[in-house]
């Protein structure tokens, strides 16, 4: 099972941007689909964004559209999730994910191991 690790959270006033990242640990990295999922404070976890093995399909979720940018490192075994224009609505555990296959969107049925969360907290 690929192993993930996140990192990049923070504390960060409203209109601010953070970059998170997620190393995995294996190569099959490069032929799987990754995305990023995010739990608010008392909420169910919510799909924010993923991004196919070459990074040419990249569904988000439609709060986040415009201000959130999913990229990928493959000789890196990174992924990337850039956060613009945040809100204190933005506020929750980050969480990525490793899909089953090239190709991956917001069901988290899809996805086969995940990293431990990252806390992105957006103060007003």
């Known amino acids: 099972q690929v192993q993930l690790v996140e990192s990049g959270g923070g504390l960060v006033q409203a209109g601010g941007s953070l970059r998170l990242s997620c190393v995995a640990s294996e190569r099959t990295f490069s032929s799987r689909a990754m995305g990023w999922f995010r739990q608010p404070p008392g909420k169910e976890r919510e799909f924010v964004a993923a991004?196919?093995?070459?990074?040419?399909?990249?569904p988000y979720a439609g709060s986040v559209k415009g201000r959130f940018t999913i990229s990928r490192d493959n000789a890196k075994n990174t992924v990337y999730l850039h956060m613009n224009s945040l809100t204190p609505e933005d506020t929750a555990v980050y969480y990525c994910a490793c899909a089953r296959s090239s190709y991956a969107g917001a069901d988290p049925q899809g996805y086969t191991s995940w990293g431990q969360g990252t806390q992105v907290t957006v103060s007003s």
């Open positions: 991004i196919s093995y070459d990074g040419n399909s990249t």
